[in-house]
């Protein structure tokens, strides 16, 4: 019996430093609070806090992993900015009466270039989900791509 309080001694022990080392660890602080700002939608905080807490101390695995996931994050709110970007480009074309031969290229590239970016930064598995990323962003930029998709197939079925 004394051994078992021993060792739930020696445990609670260890988990109090572990506590403590966390606690006033600057590198570790700042990870805990670019978590914060990454689970809060707020990438862009979250990737300079954890680059910050990255370069205190190399081997901070929380760090690095917010540091890589809030920049995969931006990377696709910079696409669903852009492709809001590019689809004002083409509403405002397609607002005419008739779209002109170079309209229509125009369109397609603008089309070509945005399914290509996301090809690019799109860290998705076979099954359609990504690793480590929030589901409502990459469900927005999904939307987006399918949206040039069927814009590309239309404007090619009518040039």
Not at 63 to 72: I, L
Not at 135 to 152: G, I, K, P, S, T
Request: with cysteine.
């Amino acid at each position: 019996m004394k051994q078992v309080n021993f060792w739930l001694l020696v445990v609670f022990g260890l988990l109090a430093v572990m506590v403590i080392y966390f606690s006033f660890n600057p590198s570790y602080q700042r990870s805990i609070e670019a978590k914060y700002h990454y689970l809060t939608a707020d990438y862009s905080q979250a990737h300079t806090l954890a680059s910050e807490a990255f370069d205190l101390d190399r081997y901070n695995r929380m760090a690095a992993t917010v540091m890589t996931q809030s920049k995969t994050a931006l990377k696709f709110v910079d696409y669903i900015d852009e492709s809001k970007k590019y689809l004002t480009q083409i509403s405002k074309i397609a607002e005419g009466a008739s779209i002109s031969g170079p309209d229509r290229v125009k369109m397609k590239m603008m089309c070509e270039i945005m399914m290509e970016s996301y090809v690019k930064i799109s860290p998705i598995k076979r099954d359609g989900r990504a690793l480590l990323l929030d589901d409502d962003l990459l469900d927005e930029a999904r939307q987006y791509h399918q949206q040039f998709v069927d814009l590309y197939d239309q404007i090619t079925a009518a040039l």
